[in-house]
Nanobody
């Protein structure tokens, strides 16, 4: 059983910062890509950023230069540092990880339960 648990969401004023964390636990043999997605009410979930197991990163245009994704492989943890937040960043943020539970199993997609980020103007 693999579990992803996010933390760090909350309410912040525009221009402020938040740092999200996501810890993967349980039966984990290896983790490939880890990432963050978000969903506004009434919209589809969209990619925010991802990081590969060798540290390569990718960001969607609206967050480039403001958000930074990082990971600690020893702790099975991924972070999202969000600076200069805008009201349009308001959403539920979800952690995603592509994990191989055992040495002979394939990789599977796992998701956290989501954490609310609200940016007031």
């Amino acid at each position: 059983q693999v579990q992803l648990v996010e933390s760090g969401g909350g309410l912040v004023q525009a221009g402020g910062s938040l740092r999200l964390s996501c810890v993967a636990s349980g039966s984990i043999f290896s983790i490939a890509t880890m990432g963050w997605y978000r969903r506004d009410p009434g919209k589809q979930r969209e990619l925010v950023a991802y990081i590969t197991n060798d540290g390569r990163t990718n960001y969607v245009d609206p967050v480039k230069g403001r958000f930074t994704i990082s990971r600690d492989n020893a702790k099975n943890t991924v972070y999202l540092q969000m600076n200069t937040l805008k009201p349009e960043d308001t959403a539920v943020y979800y952690c995603n990880a592509v994990i191989r539970p055992g040495p002979t199993t394939p990789y599977y997609d796992y998701w956290g339960q989501g954490t609310q980020v609200t940016v007031s103007s």
